[in-house]
Protein backbone atom coordinates (compact mmCIF):
# COMPACT_ATOMS: atom_id res chain seq x y z
CA UNK A 1 0.00 0.00 0.00
CA UNK A 2 2.73 2.68 0.71
CA UNK A 3 4.43 1.73 -2.22
CA UNK A 4 1.12 2.38 -4.34
CA UNK A 5 0.79 5.42 -2.75
CA UNK A 6 4.58 6.52 -3.35
CA UNK A 7 4.24 5.78 -7.51
CA UNK A 8 1.08 7.95 -7.12
CA UNK A 9 2.90 10.78 -5.26
CA UNK A 10 5.82 10.30 -7.78
CA UNK A 11 3.62 10.45 -10.77
CA UNK A 12 1.56 13.13 -9.64
CA UNK A 13 4.87 15.38 -9.02
CA UNK A 14 6.18 14.57 -12.28
CA UNK A 15 2.41 15.81 -14.39
CA UNK A 16 2.30 18.81 -11.79
CA UNK A 17 5.71 19.79 -12.69
CA UNK A 18 4.89 19.67 -16.48
CA UNK A 19 1.69 21.47 -16.38
CA UNK A 20 1.74 24.96 -17.96
CA UNK A 21 -1.49 26.45 -17.74
CA UNK A 22 -4.18 26.96 -14.61
CA UNK A 23 -6.59 25.28 -17.06
CA UNK A 24 -4.28 22.01 -16.98
CA UNK A 25 -3.75 22.40 -13.39
CA UNK A 26 -7.00 21.83 -12.42
CA UNK A 27 -7.47 18.73 -14.73
CA UNK A 28 -4.94 17.18 -12.78
CA UNK A 29 -6.07 18.48 -9.56
CA UNK A 30 -9.13 16.29 -10.43
CA UNK A 31 -7.03 13.87 -11.27
CA UNK A 32 -5.49 12.94 -8.12
CA UNK A 33 -7.94 14.90 -5.65
CA UNK A 34 -11.11 14.68 -7.01
CA UNK A 35 -14.32 12.63 -6.35
CA UNK A 36 -13.14 9.99 -8.75
CA UNK A 37 -9.42 9.80 -7.72
CA UNK A 38 -7.10 7.38 -7.45
CA UNK A 39 -6.32 8.24 -3.79
CA UNK A 40 -9.85 8.68 -3.48
CA UNK A 41 -10.49 4.83 -4.16
CA UNK A 42 -7.91 4.13 -2.14
CA UNK A 43 -9.92 5.47 0.81
CA UNK A 44 -12.86 3.87 0.29
CA UNK A 45 -10.85 0.44 0.50
CA UNK A 46 -10.51 1.44 4.10
CA UNK A 47 -13.08 -1.47 4.50
CA UNK A 48 -11.47 -3.96 3.87
CA UNK A 49 -8.34 -3.30 5.64
CA UNK A 50 -8.33 -5.10 10.00
CA UNK A 51 -9.74 -2.58 11.86
CA UNK A 52 -6.36 -1.81 13.96
CA UNK A 53 -4.67 -1.25 10.34
CA UNK A 54 -7.45 1.58 9.42
CA UNK A 55 -6.23 4.54 11.35
CA UNK A 56 -2.69 4.59 10.54
CA UNK A 57 -3.89 3.88 6.01
CA UNK A 58 -6.27 6.52 6.83
CA UNK A 59 -3.46 9.06 7.60
CA UNK A 60 -1.23 8.20 5.32
CA UNK A 61 -3.67 8.53 2.25
CA UNK A 62 -4.50 11.93 3.96
CA UNK A 63 -1.03 12.92 3.99
CA UNK A 64 -0.59 12.05 0.74
CA UNK A 65 -3.29 14.10 -0.13
CA UNK A 66 -1.74 16.71 1.88
CA UNK A 67 1.45 16.53 -0.26
CA UNK A 68 0.06 17.07 -3.30
CA UNK A 69 -2.47 19.45 -2.52
CA UNK A 70 0.32 21.64 -1.15
CA UNK A 71 2.12 20.95 -4.62
CA UNK A 72 -0.37 22.10 -6.73
CA UNK A 73 -1.33 25.09 -4.33
CA UNK A 74 2.54 26.17 -5.17
CA UNK A 75 2.49 25.35 -8.78
CA UNK A 76 -0.88 27.51 -9.38
CA UNK A 77 1.11 30.71 -7.49
CA UNK A 78 4.06 30.23 -10.01
CA UNK A 79 1.67 29.91 -13.17
CA UNK A 80 -0.05 33.33 -11.36
CA UNK A 81 3.21 34.93 -11.01
CA UNK A 82 4.59 34.28 -14.28
CA UNK A 83 1.20 35.56 -16.16
CA UNK A 84 1.41 38.36 -14.37
CA UNK A 85 5.29 38.71 -15.42
CA UNK A 86 4.67 38.01 -18.98
CA UNK A 87 1.24 40.46 -19.11
CA UNK A 88 3.79 43.34 -17.85
CA UNK A 89 6.38 42.24 -20.43
CA UNK A 90 4.21 42.28 -23.20
CA UNK A 91 2.09 45.57 -22.04
CA UNK A 92 5.50 47.39 -21.14
CA UNK A 93 5.94 50.52 -22.85
CA UNK A 94 8.44 53.00 -23.77
CA UNK A 95 7.97 56.20 -21.77
CA UNK A 96 11.36 57.71 -23.46
CA UNK A 97 9.68 57.17 -26.76
CA UNK A 98 8.34 60.81 -28.27
CA UNK A 99 4.37 60.73 -27.75
CA UNK A 100 1.72 60.57 -31.22
CA UNK A 101 0.34 63.75 -31.50
CA UNK A 102 -3.39 64.16 -31.53
CA UNK A 103 -4.12 66.60 -34.55
CA UNK A 104 -6.85 68.75 -33.15
CA UNK A 105 -9.59 69.95 -35.91
CA UNK A 106 -10.45 73.74 -36.24
CA UNK A 107 -13.92 75.33 -36.47
CA UNK A 108 -15.13 75.52 -40.35
CA UNK A 109 -14.48 79.14 -41.61
CA UNK A 110 -18.87 79.04 -42.24
CA UNK A 111 -19.30 77.85 -38.84
CA UNK A 112 -17.05 80.56 -37.20
CA UNK A 113 -18.74 83.28 -39.11
CA UNK A 114 -22.22 81.49 -38.72
CA UNK A 115 -21.61 81.49 -34.95
CA UNK A 116 -20.80 85.15 -35.02
CA UNK A 117 -23.61 86.44 -36.75
CA UNK A 118 -26.49 84.19 -33.89
CA UNK A 119 -24.72 85.80 -31.49
CA UNK A 120 -24.67 89.27 -32.34
CA UNK A 121 -28.74 88.78 -33.21
CA UNK A 122 -29.86 86.95 -30.28
CA UNK A 123 -27.79 90.02 -28.27
CA UNK A 124 -30.53 91.99 -30.02
CA UNK A 125 -33.47 89.69 -29.07
CA UNK A 126 -33.44 87.34 -32.08
CA UNK A 127 -34.15 84.15 -31.56
CA UNK A 128 -32.78 81.02 -34.11
CA UNK A 129 -35.20 79.27 -36.18
CA UNK A 130 -34.58 76.34 -38.89
CA UNK A 131 -36.10 74.86 -41.98
CA UNK A 132 -35.68 71.67 -43.90
CA UNK A 133 -32.76 72.13 -46.84
CA UNK A 134 -35.20 69.43 -49.10
CA UNK A 135 -38.04 71.49 -49.18
CA UNK A 136 -41.51 71.66 -51.67
CA UNK A 137 -42.28 73.93 -54.35
CA UNK A 138 -45.20 75.70 -52.01
CA UNK A 139 -42.81 76.96 -49.24
CA UNK A 140 -40.10 77.48 -51.57
CA UNK A 141 -41.75 79.70 -54.39
CA UNK A 142 -45.91 79.38 -54.12
CA UNK A 143 -45.81 80.69 -50.17
CA UNK A 144 -43.37 83.46 -51.21
CA UNK A 145 -45.44 85.02 -53.93
CA UNK A 146 -43.64 83.35 -56.83
CA UNK A 147 -45.49 83.42 -59.94
CA UNK A 148 -45.72 80.30 -61.52
CA UNK A 149 -43.49 81.28 -64.84
CA UNK A 150 -41.01 82.89 -62.17
CA UNK A 151 -37.69 81.86 -63.60
CA UNK A 152 -35.90 80.93 -60.57
CA UNK A 153 -38.37 78.28 -60.69
CA UNK A 154 -36.27 76.85 -63.88
CA UNK A 155 -34.48 73.58 -63.59
CA UNK A 156 -31.42 75.36 -64.75
CA UNK A 157 -31.68 77.43 -61.66
CA UNK A 158 -33.04 75.02 -59.09
CA UNK A 159 -31.90 71.73 -58.32
CA UNK A 160 -35.51 69.54 -57.96
CA UNK A 161 -35.52 65.97 -56.52
CA UNK A 162 -39.36 65.44 -57.58
CA UNK A 163 -41.84 67.25 -59.31
CA UNK A 164 -42.45 69.02 -56.16
CA UNK A 165 -39.53 68.49 -54.33
CA UNK A 166 -36.23 70.69 -54.25
CA UNK A 167 -33.66 71.74 -52.38
CA UNK A 168 -34.43 75.23 -51.29
CA UNK A 169 -32.94 78.21 -52.79
CA UNK A 170 -32.98 80.91 -50.26
CA UNK A 171 -33.80 80.58 -46.12
CA UNK A 172 -36.90 82.80 -46.85
CA UNK A 173 -38.61 79.32 -47.22
CA UNK A 174 -38.13 79.63 -43.12
CA UNK A 175 -39.85 82.82 -42.81
CA UNK A 176 -43.01 81.09 -44.27
CA UNK A 177 -42.84 78.26 -41.75
CA UNK A 178 -42.21 80.42 -38.41
CA UNK A 179 -45.27 81.94 -39.83
CA UNK A 180 -47.22 79.12 -40.52
CA UNK A 181 -47.05 78.45 -36.92
CA UNK A 182 -46.32 81.73 -34.73
CA UNK A 183 -48.25 84.67 -34.53
CA UNK A 184 -46.79 88.18 -34.35
CA UNK A 185 -45.01 89.49 -32.88
CA UNK A 186 -42.08 87.38 -34.73
CA UNK A 187 -38.30 88.33 -34.60
CA UNK A 188 -36.02 85.55 -35.62
CA UNK A 189 -33.26 84.61 -37.69
CA UNK A 190 -32.24 82.04 -39.68
CA UNK A 191 -28.98 80.76 -40.73
CA UNK A 192 -28.65 77.99 -43.24
CA UNK A 193 -27.68 76.27 -46.58
CA UNK A 194 -28.95 76.73 -49.89
CA UNK A 195 -28.99 75.16 -53.16
CA UNK A 196 -28.77 76.64 -56.97
CA UNK A 197 -27.50 75.60 -60.22
CA UNK A 198 -24.31 78.27 -60.28
CA UNK A 199 -20.85 77.31 -59.90
CA UNK A 200 -18.12 79.90 -60.38
CA UNK A 201 -15.50 82.42 -58.11
CA UNK A 202 -18.53 83.55 -56.18
CA UNK A 203 -20.78 81.41 -56.83
CA UNK A 204 -21.03 77.54 -54.94
CA UNK A 205 -23.87 75.27 -55.37
CA UNK A 206 -24.23 74.98 -52.07
CA UNK A 207 -23.94 78.49 -50.18
CA UNK A 208 -25.20 79.64 -46.87
CA UNK A 209 -27.58 82.27 -46.43
CA UNK A 210 -29.00 84.28 -42.94
CA UNK A 211 -32.55 84.49 -43.36
CA UNK A 212 -33.84 87.50 -40.59
CA UNK A 213 -37.64 88.22 -40.03
CA UNK A 214 -39.28 90.95 -37.68
CA UNK A 215 -43.69 91.34 -37.53
CA UNK A 216 -45.48 92.96 -35.54
CA UNK A 217 -47.37 95.73 -35.38
CA UNK A 218 -45.74 99.15 -36.52
CA UNK A 219 -42.42 98.07 -37.96
CA UNK A 220 -41.37 100.12 -40.38
CA UNK A 221 -38.71 100.22 -43.72
CA UNK A 222 -36.56 102.45 -40.91
CA UNK A 223 -36.52 100.01 -38.50
CA UNK A 224 -35.05 97.49 -41.51
CA UNK A 225 -32.65 100.07 -42.40
CA UNK A 226 -31.31 100.85 -39.06
CA UNK A 227 -30.86 97.04 -37.54
CA UNK A 228 -28.91 96.31 -40.71
CA UNK A 229 -27.11 99.16 -39.96
CA UNK A 230 -26.34 98.15 -36.75
CA UNK A 231 -25.64 94.50 -37.50
CA UNK A 232 -22.93 95.40 -40.39
CA UNK A 233 -20.96 97.76 -37.75
CA UNK A 234 -20.77 94.90 -35.33
CA UNK A 235 -19.82 92.64 -38.03
CA UNK A 236 -16.95 94.16 -39.83
CA UNK A 237 -16.17 97.47 -37.95
CA UNK A 238 -17.52 100.80 -36.57
CA UNK A 239 -16.32 101.73 -40.66
CA UNK A 240 -18.67 99.97 -42.79
CA UNK A 241 -21.84 101.42 -43.71
CA UNK A 242 -24.57 99.93 -45.54
CA UNK A 243 -27.25 101.25 -47.69
CA UNK A 244 -30.50 100.04 -49.12
CA UNK A 245 -30.94 99.97 -53.21
CA UNK A 246 -34.27 99.95 -54.63
CA UNK A 247 -35.00 96.18 -56.09
CA UNK A 248 -37.38 93.41 -56.52
CA UNK A 249 -38.33 90.44 -54.77
CA UNK A 250 -41.77 88.48 -55.19
CA UNK A 251 -42.45 88.29 -51.10
CA UNK A 252 -41.51 91.75 -50.36
CA UNK A 253 -42.64 95.63 -51.04
CA UNK A 254 -41.18 97.29 -51.25
CA UNK A 255 -37.53 95.50 -52.20
CA UNK A 256 -34.42 96.32 -51.67
CA UNK A 257 -30.77 95.64 -52.29
CA UNK A 258 -28.34 95.68 -49.50
CA UNK A 259 -25.08 97.31 -49.60
CA UNK A 260 -22.01 97.82 -47.83
CA UNK A 261 -18.70 99.87 -47.72
CA UNK A 262 -15.93 98.14 -48.93
CA UNK A 263 -14.14 96.25 -46.48
CA UNK A 264 -10.75 96.74 -48.66
CA UNK A 265 -10.96 100.32 -49.74
CA UNK A 266 -13.65 101.95 -47.13
CA UNK A 267 -15.47 103.17 -50.31
CA UNK A 268 -12.46 104.79 -52.27
CA UNK A 269 -13.09 101.81 -55.09
CA UNK A 270 -10.40 99.17 -56.03
CA UNK A 271 -10.66 95.97 -57.34
CA UNK A 272 -12.59 93.87 -55.04
CA UNK A 273 -15.46 96.41 -55.31
CA UNK A 274 -14.87 96.60 -59.08
CA UNK A 275 -14.21 100.62 -58.11
CA UNK A 276 -18.00 101.37 -56.96
CA UNK A 277 -16.53 101.46 -53.82
CA UNK A 278 -19.64 99.31 -52.44
CA UNK A 279 -19.94 95.62 -52.22
CA UNK A 280 -23.03 93.82 -52.93
CA UNK A 281 -24.52 91.79 -49.21
CA UNK A 282 -27.76 90.38 -49.69
CA UNK A 283 -32.18 91.65 -50.53
CA UNK A 284 -34.20 92.81 -47.89
CA UNK A 285 -37.70 94.47 -47.94
CA UNK A 286 -41.02 94.71 -46.50
CA UNK A 287 -43.04 91.28 -46.07
CA UNK A 288 -45.30 91.84 -48.93
CA UNK A 289 -49.15 92.05 -47.60
CA UNK A 290 -49.70 89.30 -50.35
CA UNK A 291 -47.77 86.79 -47.91
CA UNK A 292 -49.10 88.07 -44.97
CA UNK A 293 -52.72 87.30 -46.48
CA UNK A 294 -52.35 83.79 -47.70
CA UNK A 295 -50.57 82.39 -43.92
CA UNK A 296 -54.00 84.49 -42.02
CA UNK A 297 -51.71 87.16 -40.93
CA UNK A 298 -53.89 90.22 -40.79
CA UNK A 299 -51.83 92.50 -42.84
CA UNK A 300 -54.15 95.73 -42.08
CA UNK A 301 -52.55 95.37 -38.52
CA UNK A 302 -49.21 93.86 -38.82
CA UNK A 303 -46.30 94.44 -40.97
CA UNK A 304 -42.49 93.09 -40.87
CA UNK A 305 -39.64 93.24 -42.57
CA UNK A 306 -37.34 90.33 -43.76
CA UNK A 307 -33.66 90.20 -44.85
CA UNK A 308 -31.71 87.53 -45.89
CA UNK A 309 -27.48 87.60 -46.29
CA UNK A 310 -24.94 86.12 -48.04
CA UNK A 311 -22.88 83.71 -45.21
CA UNK A 312 -20.15 82.77 -47.66
CA UNK A 313 -19.62 86.51 -48.93
CA UNK A 314 -19.43 87.77 -45.72
CA UNK A 315 -16.61 84.95 -44.67
CA UNK A 316 -14.77 85.63 -48.04
CA UNK A 317 -14.59 89.61 -46.97
CA UNK A 318 -13.84 88.85 -43.25
CA UNK A 319 -11.16 86.02 -44.30
CA UNK A 320 -10.05 87.50 -47.51
CA UNK A 321 -10.82 84.34 -49.12
CA UNK A 322 -10.88 85.16 -53.11
CA UNK A 323 -12.78 81.88 -54.49
CA UNK A 324 -16.06 80.98 -52.87
CA UNK A 325 -15.22 77.55 -54.11
CA UNK A 326 -12.11 76.81 -51.79
CA UNK A 327 -14.73 76.81 -48.72
CA UNK A 328 -16.07 73.18 -50.11
CA UNK A 329 -12.91 71.69 -51.30
CA UNK A 330 -12.13 70.20 -47.76
CA UNK A 331 -8.40 71.10 -48.10
CA UNK A 332 -6.76 70.75 -44.71
CA UNK A 333 -4.23 73.34 -45.83
CA UNK A 334 -6.94 75.84 -46.43
CA UNK A 335 -8.98 74.91 -43.37
CA UNK A 336 -6.22 74.95 -41.17
CA UNK A 337 -5.99 78.92 -41.12
CA UNK A 338 -8.79 79.68 -39.72
N1 LIG B 1 -34.19 85.22 -50.42
C1 LIG B 1 -33.71 86.33 -51.22
C2 LIG B 1 -32.59 85.80 -52.14
O1 LIG B 1 -32.09 84.74 -51.90
C3 LIG B 1 -33.17 87.45 -50.37
C4 LIG B 1 -34.20 88.11 -49.55
C5 LIG B 1 -34.47 87.70 -48.26
C6 LIG B 1 -34.94 89.17 -50.06
C7 LIG B 1 -35.44 88.32 -47.50
C8 LIG B 1 -35.90 89.80 -49.32
C9 LIG B 1 -36.14 89.37 -48.04
O2 LIG B 1 -32.24 86.44 -53.11
Redo the contacts with the bound molecule.
Keep these: MKEKLNEILIAAKEEIGKVESLHELQQVKSKYLGKKSVLNGLMRKIGTLPKAERPKFGQTVNTAKADISKLIQNKQQDIKTKEYADKLESESIDISMPGRRKEVGSLHPITKVMREIEDIFISMGFEIAEGPDVEDEAHNFDALNTPEDHPARDLSDTFYIDDDVLLRT?T?TVQIRVMENHKPPIKIISPGSCYRNENDASHSPMFH?V?ALVVDEGVTFVDLRDMLKIFVKKMFGEKIDSRIRPHF?P??EP?AEIDIVCVKCYGKGCNLCKGSGWLEM????MVDPNVFDRLGIDSEKFTGY???LGIDRIAMLKYKIPDMRMLFENDIRFLKQF
Design positions: QSQEFFTSGGAGAFG
